[in-house]
Structure formats: C-alpha cells, structure tokens
C-alpha cells in the first residue's frame, strides 16, 4: 500500500482527493479493541453531522453486526468513521468495538467515505468549510461556508448551487470538483445572493400559481442566465409571466436549459421595445 489515500473512480474518472501525506507500510496490522467506556471517543469538528441515527439503530437492531465493523478512530481517539455506531453503541450500552489509525491525515476522511459511497454533497461542504489545516486555504473554506449557507436559507438543491456558481476548469466534471475540495465561485457572495434572492421570487411565482410541482435544476439555470442579462428588469419580468401563464407552463415542460430560456427570453421580449439579447444574438 503507497500512501494513505489511493486513487478513486468517480463518473468513470480517476483522480486523486489529495496526495499521499506519507508513504508508510505498517508493520502489523491494527487491533480491534473492545469497550464500553463511550467517553472516551471525541468527535472531529469537521466531520460531517450524526443526523440518520434512527435509520442506522433499526438496521442494527435487526441485525446487531458491531463487531465486524470497529469503528476507526486516530490515536487522539477522534473517531475517522463510525461516528453513529458509537452513537448507537452508547445510546443502547452495547460493546463497541474500534481500532487506532495512528498515521490518520485529515484526507483521509474524505477517502474513507468517498469509497464508502455513504457522503452527499452537504458532507463535502461541511468537511472543507469546517477543516483547519493546511491543504484546506481559508479561501476555500469560505467558499464552502458560503455554499452550505446558501443551500440551507433557500431550500436549493447542492447540484444547483455548483451548477450556477462553479467555475469550472477544463473537462473536469463540477461535481468531482466540489469532491475534490476545488469549488471556484463565479461571483462574489454580494451578487451571489442578489441572484439567489430574485431566483426566489421567481421560484415561488411559479409555485404559487401551480405552473410546475418542482422547480428543477435546468429552469434555475434558464432564470439564472435570464436575470444575468445586461438590462433585464424584475417588474416587467414578472408583468410578462402574470400575462403569459399558459405559454410559460408549456414552455417549463421542455427538459432543457437552452430550450427553456430561449422561449422564457421570447415571452420576456414580447411587443418590447428595449430587448433583451442572449449572449449569441450579440
């Protein structure tokens, strides 16, 4: 074994998370202990939150296998993963079982669960906004701060913030980017809220008046590219959705993105004397 962290596949693509922090060969394998002393395990401030612990105590309770699974914790008994076995282990007094990485990186966190397929993208967010070392610069804490703010005050999916705001660099795929700790913001947090609060109003327009059960990630991003034009105007906007309700309701059934703000920036430009002009027309 070279290294902490190995190569992983994501959307068919290899890429590292991060580069070995040391290159080591154990000299024996690790021990599993057993204990009941629960307190003895801390919690890393940069992992991500115990929030499926009822889901994991019925799975467990159907099928007990603690002692299979030990949890990992570093040699300051910080626990790297198992954080909600030792969670059930406490809450219901059974032995918990665990072994000692004494060459754990704060990477490997991310490696650990990215091959254990078990994070989501608010995992990743919380890990780089919250780990202070220094792989992690400030500026990208920031940015992965700024993301799980806004993901969480507007009830927007994590793929529709990477969509809108993430710079993306050659032909890596955004969201291998955002894994990989690398999200690029487009724009500063002023005008991304400013985007964000006017998405909004046009989100809940649409809910309002029942011209889609969810609002997905092409119709953000049509609106996005909308509101973004240089002259677009929030009033006449919404006088020309208030005037066109039946187009706009078929025009939100085409699945995408070019296709919805294409028919969006007609209906926005009707019997207009100033028109808007997408970035092609120019």
Same mark, same amino acid.
Request: charged share 30%; aromatic share 10%.
């Given at each position: 074994?070279?290294?902490?962290?190995?190569?992983?596949?994501?959307?068919?693509?290899?890429?590292?998370?991060?580069? /070995?922090?040391?290159?080591?060969?154990?000299?024996? /394998?690790?021990?599993?202990?057993?204990?009941?002393?629960?307190?003895?395990?801390?919690?890393?401030?940069?992992?991500?939150?115990?929030?499926?612990?009822?889901?994991?105590?019925?799975?467990?309770?159907?099928?007990?296998?603690?002692?299979?699974?030990?949890?990992?914790?570093?040699?300051?008994?910080?626990?790297?993963?198992?954080?909600?076995?030792?969670?059930?282990?406490?809450?219901?007094?059974?032995?918990?079982?665990?072994?000692?990485?004494?060459? #754990?990186?704060?990477?490997?966190?991310?490696?650990h669960n990215v091959t254990a397929s078990n994070w989501v993208a608010r995992d990743y967010a919380y890990f780089y906004s919250s780990?202070?070392?220094?792989?992690?610069?400030?500026?990208q804490r920031r940015n992965y701060g700024l993301c799980l703010q806004i993901c969480e005050e507007f009830k927007v999916a994590y793929?529709?913030?990477?969509?809108?705001?993430h710079m993306s660099k050659g032909n890596v795929s955004s969201s291998l980017d955002f894994k990989n700790g690398e999200l690029r913001?487009?724009?500063?947090?002023?005008?991304? #809220?400013?985007?964000?609060?006017?998405?909004?109003?046009?989100?809940?327009?649409?809910?309002? #008046?029942?011209?889609?059960?969810?609002?997905?990630?092409?119709?953000?991003?049509?609106?996005?590219?909308?509101?973004?034009?240089?002259?677009?105007?929030?009033?006449?906007? #919404?006088?020309?959705?208030?005037?066109?309700?039946?187009?706009?309701?078929?025009?939100?059934?085409?699945?995408?993105?070019?296709?919805?703000?294409?028919?969006?920036?007609?209906?926005?430009?009707?019997?207009?004397?100033?028109?808007?002009?997408?970035?092609?027309?120019?």
């Open positions: 074994m070279k290294g902490i962290l190995t190569p992983i596949k994501i959307n068919n693509t290899q890429r590292k998370v991060m580069e /070995p922090t040391q290159q080591f060969q154990p000299k024996k /394998p690790p021990i599993i202990q057993v204990t009941t002393d629960y307190d003895q395990f801390k919690i890393l401030d940069y992992n991500r939150p115990i929030n499926h612990l009822a889901k994991m105590s019925k799975s467990l309770a159907r099928s007990n296998k603690l002692y299979v699974h030990p949890i990992i914790v570093n040699k300051d008994m910080e626990i790297i993963d198992g954080q909600h076995r030792w969670s059930y282990a406490q809450a219901t007094q059974q032995p918990l079982y665990y072994v000692i990485d004494e060459n #754990f990186h704060p990477a490997d966190l991310i490696a780990c202070e070392c220094k792989e992690f610069p400030v500026e793929d529709v913030f990477i969509k809108l705001f913001l487009k724009l500063p947090k002023e005008e991304i #809220f400013s985007v964000m609060l006017q998405l909004e109003e046009i989100v809940n327009y649409l809910l309002k #008046f029942k011209l889609v059960k969810k609002v997905n990630i092409e119709m953000y991003h049509a609106f996005y590219h909308l509101i973004r034009l240089e002259g677009y105007d929030r009033e006449r906007m #919404f006088k020309k959705l208030e005037d066109n309700l039946d187009v706009v309701l078929n025009i939100l059934k085409f699945r995408r993105t070019d296709e919805i703000f294409n028919r969006i920036l007609e209906v926005y430009n009707k019997n207009a004397k100033n028109r808007l002009e997408s970035p092609r027309q120019k």
